[in-house]
């Protein structure tokens, strides 16, 4: 789909933050640094001088825009733009309800401005089956909201802030559910990204981590060097430990009779070794 009309400076200014969409709220501002790395993140080299001549703010969103387009790529990066976990500034709002509501509510907002400046192209954009789309305007469909969730190591590296909570009410087993849950939505990812197809997961990390792993070419193989197959095997047994730690011992089962207790010091162990493999995994991916 082409989302050409969306590479205007209007547009553009609203999605890096510039432009009021609702009361005082904008989207997240994005400075020079942060487009530059945006850019490289989603493949296209930008890079920022400090104290140098840099290029406006919202011509860095214009080339990684028209870069995104030629690969149809354009929902990826809107996903990742509206992502909630970007939206860090409403934390302070202190109430989950009210975030949550405050956020869709701005989400709703941009895109209704995005709308106002495609009126004259009989266009709108609307989230349809969690993808972003443009549709003539007036086109019936079923519009959600954006829950796509484009994977970034900012998001993997907040991890021990989605645990703190956790660690001071002492509820590991919940850490250990979150660190499990941030190898599969990585594993789910890849695979999603590389085979362009939607993953359906019966929830067996196992299964997914080797159907990743052979889309990422990690799987061990004898003409390898022994060392490398040792170190492959390792990290296969990490992810292991965590799904069977997962199923014994967290928040989503009952107490059983094989079910043991965890320590702060294994759940941190845990959750630090969910995010070591979790960025392994995905610079695996960015370089493939």
Same mark, same amino acid.
């Given at each position: ?7 205007? /400076? ?9 432009? $009021? ?7 997240? %501002? ?11 993140? @989603? ?10 001549? #840099? ?11 028209? @870069?995104?387009? $030629? ?15 970007? @939206?860090?500034?409403? +934390?302070?709002? =202190? ?9 869709? !509510? ?8 995005? +709308?106002?400046? &495609? ?12 993808? @972003? ?5 007036? $086109? ?12 970034? %190591? ?14 001071? #009410? ?6 250990? $559910? ?14 999603? !990204? ?8 019966? =929830?067996?990390?196992?299964?997914? %981590?080797?159907?990743?792993?052979? &889309?990422? #070419? ?10 490398? +197959? ?15 730690? /997962? +199923? ?5 089962? =009952?107490? =059983?009779?094989?079910?043991? #207790?965890?320590?702060? /010091? ?13 960025? %392994? ?8």
């Amino acid at each position: 789909m082409d989302f050409s009309l969306l590479i205007n /400076r209007k547009v553009i200014d609203i999605l890096i933050g510039d432009t $009021t969409v609702l009361g005082s709220y904008k989207l997240p %501002y994005m400075s020079g640094p942060d487009l530059c790395q945006l850019c490289s993140q @989603f493949g296209l080299s930008k890079t920022y001088t400090w104290g140098g001549v #840099n290029s406006s703010r919202w011509t860095y969103m214009q080339s990684l825009m028209v @870069f995104m387009n $030629t690969q149809g790529r354009i929902s990826e990066l809107l996903c990742y733009l509206f992502n909630h976990v970007r @939206f860090t500034d409403l +934390n302070s709002l =202190g109430d989950i309800d009210k975030i949550n509501e405050t956020y869709r !509510q701005i989400v709703s907002a941009a895109i209704n401005s995005i +709308n106002a400046h &495609l009126l004259a192209a009989r266009k709108e954009l609307r989230v349809v089956n969690n993808s @972003f789309v443009l549709l003539d305007i007036g $086109t019936k469909t079923v519009i959600d909201t954006p829950k796509i969730k484009v994977v970034t %190591y900012q998001y993997i590296r907040e991890l021990p802030e989605r645990i703190k909570d956790d660690l001071l #009410n002492k509820d590991y087993d919940s850490v250990i $559910t979150k660190s499990r849950t941030l190898l599969e939505e990585v594993l789910i990812y890849i695979i999603e !990204q590389l085979t362009k197809e939607r993953y359906k997961s019966n =929830g067996d990390l196992i299964k997914i %981590y080797q159907e990743a792993t052979g &889309l990422l #070419n990690m799987r061990q193989k004898r003409e390898w060097d022994k060392r490398i +197959n040792e170190l492959l095997g390792g990290l296969h047994k990490i992810v292991n430990a965590i799904s069977s730690m /997962r +199923n014994m011992n967290s928040d989503a089962h =009952g107490v =059983g009779a094989g079910r043991l #207790n965890i320590n702060e /010091r294994e759940a941190l162990l845990a959750a630090n070794s969910a995010r070591m493999l979790a960025e %392994y995994w995905l610079s695996i991916y960015e370089r493939k």
